[in-house]
């Protein structure tokens, strides 16, 4: 859509697929790098509840078509209109994972455009967060949003 703004993001995880993949789609896997925690795995047609530790808020997500060890999507708009994340994993012969994310559509409009650069910034930190779970046993969203709590951004 040329009228349509989208956030994109990747980064190369030097993990297998198959880890990466259950990462992104089990709730106790995913609770160790990005959310605090949530009411199942992400599934097709299922909605479940995020909660991530930096908001009060939970946040209802709804799988769409999830592929093993391929493609995850899912709709986290809460029923507005539609915020489809695509999540696409491509297997090197290395046996790392190259993660692409993105996130469809916003206004192309100075709204629209505000929000497509912090969703591109969070998919960034998603990825990154991941790679330093699955790589080095290591939560970088600990403490890192504590800030937002006392702070208008």
């Known amino acids: ?3 349509k703004l989208t956030a994109r ?3 190369q995880i030097q993990r297998p697929v198959e880890d990466v ?3 992104i789609i089990k709730a106790d896997k995913m609770s160790k790098y990005f959310i605090e925690s949530s009411t199942g795995n992400l599934d097709s047609d299922v909605t479940v509840e ?3 530790p ?13 592929k093993s060890n391929e493609y995850i999507s899912f709709d986290w708009s809460g029923g507005a209109e539609g915020m489809l994340v695509e999540i696409f994993l491509e297997e090197l012969s290395d046996d790392s994972t190259v993660v692409r994310v993105k996130e469809s559509f916003m206004e192309k409009d100075d709204d629209g455009i505000k929000q497509a650069i912090g969703q591109t910034e969070g998919w960034a930190n998603f990825l990154a967060c991941m790679k330093a779970s699955l790589e080095y046993g290591i939560n970088l969203r600990n403490g890192a949003f504590d800030f937002m709590k006392t702070n208008e951004q």
């Open 54 to 66: 930096e908001f009060d808020d939970v946040f209802p997500v709804t799988g769409k078509l999830i």
């Open 9 to 11: 993001a990747a980064l």
């Open 1 to 3: 859509m040329k009228d």
């Open 21 to 23: 993949f259950d990462a």
């Open 50 to 52: 995020w909660k991530f």
